[in-house]
């Protein structure tokens, strides 16, 4: 009996620690299940209410699902059954309507383990309310808010008093005004910051916010106008500033510094004057965009030679002059995405002097107006040891020879093909196993001739955008009509 008296306390006590205070109900604390009844409440659905959080029931002997860890969005702890996780985006998808409802997330702090909660891409148009019991989500780790419309004064000391919150994700909130640096500065665990989409403005620095933990931060399609002291986010492996305006090039220097980064999106700004060399020091990065930019000098093909670890280069769109050699990528392996061009009438790109079988294998390729191969106007070489193309533009290179049938038969993935502006003669060749993806074929103002393939519509089934024009193809008339309704699109 004394051993029976000791099995049953032993029960008893982890039954209570389990339970910590609450109720399970059929597989589910029940306070848990009250909070999340009363979320769904509060959205004030009229319109195919059944069809939200369909899942989502609270009365017995109905048909209802009384385990809200089986519920949609929801996921429990497997050792203590608490909710950990709340996944309630995209609840809009079945509705018409737009929401106007006061978001109360003190619903959740009875969810006490809960670790990630995601109300993004709903479209709320609401106020906030209880945001002084926000802080007793201190065991909340990840939130996503984004593309909402929150009050724009009241929810940023909301969210900050999370201050054990490691991931936070703003986007297109419509954030308005001067950065909040006061109340940010509490986040200080925070490691993947989102703010882009957002209309803030002025000055940031990152010195002050003191967010040494910060691993990923996105602030593209912001407004602001100057960002200081860069250097400080030591911990930093991803940086968009895509599109915010900027034309400080002083906080390229400032990056130089940043070791650990892995993705560098500068695109769409103002940056001008030759790229810092110090660029070079960046050996770990993997994504390296600075497109669309005003950046000058040559080619910064030194700059590029030891960033081996790139899959994803981007210089197109800027002032860039001189000569640019593919052997400057022959020890880039990874590399998948490569984008040059347009450049002055002084400038070119050489591919022919890359060994081959080059080491990468491109799944897109930029090299539009990049006067290319001037001395032979060939296609390059390395092209035809390339298997995974999915876009392909070789346009306005006044480029000669007849288009390669090969382009197409070793690249079953391709779905852009550009070879627009060039000086490519003799028939345009295509065969019924080729194109099964591409959705763009543009080869207009060339010198191509012979017959429109007759069966261009077997080949290319999902073709939605073909330019032939400015060519010298004969007997257009006897191109069957068939043959274009077979392409579904």
Same mark, same amino acid.
């Given at each position: 009996?004394?051993?029976?008296?000791?099995?049953?306390?032993?029960?008893?006590?982890?039954?209570?620690?389990?339970?910590?205070?609450?109720?399970?109900?059929?597989?589910?604390?029940?306070?848990?299940?009250?909070?999340?009844?009363?979320?769904?409440?509060?959205?004030?659905?009229?319109?195919?209410?059944?069809?939200?959080?369909?899942?989502?029931?609270? /009365?017995?002997?109905?048909?209802?699902?009384?385990?809200?860890?089986?519920?949609?969005?929801?996921?429990?702890?497997?050792?203590?059954?608490?909710?950990?996780?709340?996944?309630?985006?995209?609840?809009?998808?079945?509705?018409?309507?737009?929401?106007?409802?006061?978001?109360?997330?003190?619903?959740?702090?009875?969810? /006490?383990?809960?670790?990630?909660?995601?109300?993004?891409?709903?479209?709320?148009?609401?106020?906030?309310?209880?945001?002084?019991?926000?802080?007793?989500?201190?065991?909340?780790?990840?939130?996503?808010?984004?593309?909402?419309?929150?009050?724009?004064?009241?929810?940023?000391?909301?969210?900050?008093?999370?201050?054990?919150?490691?991931?936070?994700?703003?986007?297109?909130?419509?954030? /308005?005004?001067?950065?909040?640096?006061?109340?940010?500065?509490?986040?200080?665990?925070?490691?993947?910051?989102?703010?882009?989409?957002?209309?803030?403005?002025?000055?940031?620095?990152?010195?002050?916010?003191?967010?040494?933990?910060?691993?990923?931060?996105?602030?593209?399609?912001?407004?602001?106008?100057?960002?200081?002291?860069?250097?400080?986010?030591?911990?930093?492996?991803?940086?968009?500033?895509?599109?915010?305006?900027?034309?400080?090039?002083?906080?390229?220097?400032?990056?130089?510094?940043?070791?650990?980064?892995?993705?560098?999106?500068?695109?769409?700004?103002?940056?001008?004057?030759?790229?810092?060399?110090?660029?070079?020091?960046?050996?770990?990065?993997?994504?390296?965009?600075?497109?669309?930019?005003?950046? *000058?000098?040559?080619?910064?093909?030194?700059?590029?030679?030891?960033?081996?670890?790139?899959?994803?280069?981007?210089?197109?769109?800027?002032?860039?002059?001189? *000569?640019?050699?593919?052997?400057?990528?022959?020890?880039?392996?990874?590399?998948?995405?490569?984008?040059?061009?347009?450049?002055?009438?002084?400038?070119?790109?050489?591919?022919?002097?890359?060994?081959?079988?080059? !080491?990468?294998?491109?799944?897109?390729?930029?090299?539009?107006?990049?006067?290319?191969?001037?001395?032979?106007?060939?296609?390059?070489?390395?092209?035809?040891?390339?298997?995974?193309?999915?876009?392909?533009?070789?346009?306005?290179?006044?480029?000669?020879?007849?288009?390669?049938?090969?382009?197409?038969?070793?690249?079953?993935?391709?779905?852009?093909?550009?070879?627009?502006?060039?000086?490519?003669?003799? !028939?345009?060749?295509?065969?019924?196993?080729?194109?099964?993806?591409?959705?763009?074929?543009?080869?207009?103002?060339?010198?191509?001739?012979?017959?429109? !393939?007759?069966?261009?519509?077997?080949?290319?089934?999902?073709?939605?955008?073909?330019?032939?024009?400015?060519?010298?193809?004969?007997?257009?008339?006897?191109?069957?009509?068939?043959?274009?309704?077979?392409?579904?699109?």
């Amino acid at each position: 009996m004394r051993g029976h008296s000791i099995l049953i306390a032993s029960w008893a006590l982890v039954v209570s620690i389990i339970l910590n205070g609450g109720l399970l109900c059929s597989g589910c604390f029940l306070e848990e299940k009250h909070a999340l009844l009363d979320f769904k409440a509060s959205l004030n659905v009229t319109t195919n209410a059944h069809l939200i959080l369909s899942s989502w029931t609270g /009365k017995e002997g109905d048909g209802a699902n009384a385990d809200c860890c089986t519920w949609e969005g929801v996921k429990c702890s497997n050792i203590t059954g608490r909710i950990v996780e709340a996944d309630l985006s995209f609840l809009r998808e079945n509705m018409d309507e737009d929401w106007y409802v006061n978001i109360n997330i003190s619903t959740f702090i009875p969810l /006490k383990d809960l670790r990630t909660l995601d109300l993004s891409n709903n479209y709320f148009n609401s106020e906030v309310t209880g945001c002084r019991n926000w802080a007793k989500l201190q065991n909340l780790k990840s939130l996503y808010l984004d593309w909402n419309n929150f009050n724009n004064s009241s929810i940023i000391p909301c969210i900050t008093a999370i201050t054990e919150l490691k991931r936070l994700s703003l986007r297109d909130l419509d954030l /308005k005004g001067s950065f909040p640096i006061e109340e940010f500065k509490r986040l200080e665990k925070l490691e993947f910051l989102d703010l882009s989409g957002n209309q803030l403005s002025g000055s940031l620095s990152f010195k002050e916010l003191k967010l040494e933990s910060l691993k990923v931060l996105n602030l593209e399609y912001t407004n602001f106008n100057k960002l200081s002291d860069v250097e400080a986010l030591t911990s930093l492996k991803a940086l968009s500033l895509n599109d915010i305006g900027i034309n400080d090039s002083s906080v390229l220097q400032g990056i130089c510094s940043l070791k650990n980064l892995h993705e560098l999106d500068l695109s769409r700004n103002n940056f001008y004057g030759p790229v810092p060399m110090c660029f070079r020091n960046l050996t770990s990065l993997r994504l390296l965009d600075l497109s669309n930019n005003i950046l *000058s000098g040559n080619i910064p093909a030194a700059l590029i030679t030891p960033l081996v670890h790139l899959e994803y280069l981007s210089l197109s769109g800027n002032l860039f002059g001189g *000569s640019f050699s593919f052997s400057s990528l022959g020890n880039h392996s990874k590399l998948q995405g490569f984008k040059l061009g347009p450049l002055n009438n002084d400038s070119h790109v050489d591919t022919e002097d890359l060994a081959l079988p080059p !080491p990468f294998q491109l799944k897109a390729l930029y090299l539009s107006g990049c006067n290319l191969n001037n001395q032979t106007r060939k296609i390059p070489s390395f092209l035809l040891y390339q298997k995974e193309m999915q876009n392909l533009d070789l346009s306005s290179n006044k480029l000669v020879g007849q288009i390669p049938t090969w382009l197409l038969q070793n690249n079953t993935n391709l779905e852009v093909l550009v070879l627009k502006d060039n000086s490519f003669t003799g !028939p345009f060749l295509v065969d019924d196993s080729l194109g099964k993806y591409l959705s763009q074929l543009d080869i207009s103002n060339n010198d191509v001739s012979g017959k429109v !393939p007759q069966n261009i519509g077997l080949s290319f089934p999902f073709l939605q955008r073909l330019n032939l024009s400015g060519n010298s193809f004969l007997q257009w008339g006897t191109l069957p009509l068939t043959s274009l309704f077979e392409m579904s699109n």
